[in-house]
Structure formats: C-alpha cells, structure tokens
C-alpha cells in the first residue's frame, strides 16, 4: 500500500489520518499548529474503507469511551532522531498521569533541553495515540498543544489526568 490519507469525523473533531502501508503516519486537527506537509499525505482514500483508518477510529472511539487507555497499531512517524527520542518517551507516560517538559529533557540528561522538547512534542505527527496531550508546563498548567488547549483539558479531564485550572482569555 501507498501513503494514504482520510478525514474521520471524531468527538474532537475531524482529524486527517495518514497511513503508511499497515501504520500510521499522521494524526493531526482542524486548524493544528503544525500541519502535516500536503506533499507528505499521499492519496486521499475513503476512511470507511482503509483499513489502517478504520482500525484507528475503532481504538479512538473505544478510547473516547472509556473502553481503552492505549493504542495498539504500528507507528510510522517522520522526523529527526531526537524528535524519535522524544516520541518514543511520551509513549511511556501513563494513562491519567502528566509530566512536564523539563522532566522530558531531564530523561534525556540535561533538564536545559526543554525548549528543544517542547519543540519536538508540538511537533508530533500522530496525535492522541502518541499522547503528547499528558505533557504540561513545569507549574502543572496546561501549555501548547497544537491541536488547542480545549482538547488538551478535555484529553485529560478524559483520563482522569490532574487539570491545572487556568483563566480564560477571552
């Protein structure tokens, strides 16, 4: 199978899914921070009827249910090797729980890397099932997610997670 991609209509919106042979590749908002590049998505397909697509909106649903707290499909994000490094750490932070970029870059061995990781996380191609939602800013407050912080709280309120309560802006 080719790149590949679909839009799902989901409770958090419609996300745009892109599948790499049997994995994904991209999961990202309306209106995300940091779109996946058009010449990156591959083919538009039917998300009824991609089975990469449909097995993802089974595990989300179940997840937005309650029924599930991981994702069990193969990952095929694109990025630099810290970008990985960083990833692959997100996936380790349990379901409920949040930590801060600072204990991120701590884990990498040096706590000054923080902004780099907050760069790498805003940067995550799948989001949801890479939960780059459980990382928050050093105070527990919610920060940067570039499918907006709405869907971060509600992510979080989700799993259970401690929610810093933050002033609107507006």
């Known amino acids: 199978m080719t790149r590949r991609h679909a ?10 899914v892109v599948a790499d042979g049997d994995a994904l590749a991209g999961i990202t908002f309306e209106g995300h921070w940091h779109p996946l ?8 397909v ?4 991609d089975p990469v697509v ?7 649903a179940e997840f937005l249910a309650g029924e599930r707290t991981t994702f069990d499909m193969p990952l095929a994000p694109t990025g630099d090797e810290f970008q990985h490094a960083v990833w ?3 996936r380790e932070i349990p379901f409920g729980e949040t930590v ?4 991120l870059a701590a884990r990498l061995g040096d706590r000054n890397l923080a902004r780099r990781v907050g760069n790498a996380v805003g940067r995550n191609p799948i989001s949801i099932v890479v939960p780059c939602h459980r990382v928050v800013g050093a ?5 940067g997610y570039a499918g907006g912080l709405e869907r971060k709280r509600f992510l979080l309120e989700l799993e259970g997670a401690p929610v810093v309560a933050q002033a609107r802006l507006f």
Do not use: K, N, R, W
Request: aromatic content about 8%; overall charge negative.
């Open 100 to 103: 801060t970029y600072g204990e």
């Open 139 to 143: 105070d527990g407050s919610l920060t």
């Open 37 to 44: 590049p058009a010449d990156s998505l591959g083919v538009e």
């Open 54 to 60: 449909v097995a993802f909106g089974v595990q989300l």
């Open 7 to 16: 839009y799902l209509p989901t409770a958090l919106g419609e996300l745009l």
């Open 46 to 49: 039917d998300a009824a009827s």
């Open 88 to 90: 692959a750490m997100l």
